[in-house]
């Protein structure tokens, strides 16, 4: 992994960059994320860097980092962010991410505006009236160079915040701007595909919708396919090339990152939690288990509680 060139950071970043970083701190008090007035938009502080890394699903999405950096992985892939970057998630996936630069007195500090496929819908019709470019590349993420004027237009937003009326009106239409600068930017055309109701990316979308919302039920590809009105074949060659896994392997990442929020939260223990999320075998679960997380169930939440009640996040 490169390590992440340090000129983004603390006292030489841009006026606005020192901002949004202000504004975000206001309403994001302490580590975590928090929703603002907007609906949709929220901001994330981290206080320091995580030597274990977290495993969740990101959401479709675009990221304005203010402070800091962040790697996240997907399948093979390894992805770097910072303040310099943008990253956009096109459907929800699962990721394993990790904080690489934070710290208290400069935290990790986010915005981060959800993509709703209608709303994308809506403006690529006035951004590309005359057609989208094609692409060949329909991946789940992608980073690209931070838009000055996105940054802006983050900070107006947030400042918006402050009349709880104006928020309400003006907020929405905030962004609308930055989600059209986003699609008149280089990343554009890809974050189009978000939209289009006949492109790939929107049909593993919907495949994508029916595995979260049903992951501890059997499933076959051949329905997700129809689903995705796709042919078994193409539906599996657009899954893997969006998500770069095939739709067996998403959904057992979601079941054993689930099993693991139960055990977690104290809820359930390793045999109870791998039959809430369909696993029939115990034996099957704790292996499969052991290869994703790097330890067995047991010792991999006694871990976590530890590492937990050393930060006082119990």
């Not at 969740?56 to 675009?62: C, I, K, L, P, W």
């Not at 838009?147 to 609308?176: C, H, S, T, W």
């Not at 495949?207 to 329905?223: G, M, S, T, Y």
């Amino acid at each position: 992994m490169k390590p992440i060139s340090k000129k983004t950071s603390g006292s030489n970043q841009g006026p606005d960059l020192v901002r949004l970083g202000q504004l975000i701190k206001a309403y994001a008090p302490h580590d975590g994320k928090f929703e603002l007035k907007v609906p949709g938009v929220h901001v994330v502080r981290r206080s320091r860097t995580n030597a274990q890394k977290a495993h969740n699903v990101a959401q479709a999405a675009v990221c304005v980092v203010a402070q800091g950096a962040k790697s996240l992985m997907l399948g093979r892939e390894v992805f770097e962010y910072d303040s310099s970057k943008m990253i956009v998630f096109s459907v929800d996936v699962p990721i394993t991410s990790q904080v690489t630069r934070a710290s208290f007195a400069e935290p990790f500090l986010s915005l981060v505006v959800d993509l709703n496929p209608q709303k994308i819908t809506d403006l690529v019709l006035k951004v590309y009236p005359h057609g989208i470019p094609p692409i060949r590349d329909p991946r789940a993420v992608y980073v690209g160079p931070s838009d000055d004027k996105i940054q802006n237009a983050a900070i107006r937003l947030i400042e918006l915040m402050a009349q709880p009326g104006d928020a309400e009106f003006l907020g929405p239409l905030i962004v609308d701007e930055i989600l059209i600068r986003l699609l008149r930017g280089p990343m554009g055309a890809k974050v189009a595909q978000i939209g289009l109701a006949d492109s790939g990316v929107q049909g593993v979308a919907k495949a994508i919708n029916w595995l979260r919302d049903h992951f501890a039920q059997p499933v076959k590809v051949e329905a997700l396919a129809k689903l995705a009105n796709m042919s078994a074949t193409t539906f599996h060659m657009h899954f893997k090339a969006v998500t770069s896994m095939s739709p067996l392997q998403y959904q057992k990442v979601l079941r054993l990152q689930e099993a693991r929020r139960l055990m977690l939260s104290g809820m359930m223990d390793a045999g109870i939690s791998s039959q809430q999320v369909g696993y029939v075998s115990a034996s099957q679960f704790s292996r499969e288990y052991g290869r994703f997380f790097g330890a067995a169930p047991t010792q991999d939440i006694a871990k976590l509680r530890e590492q937990m009640v050393g930060v006082g996040e119990v």
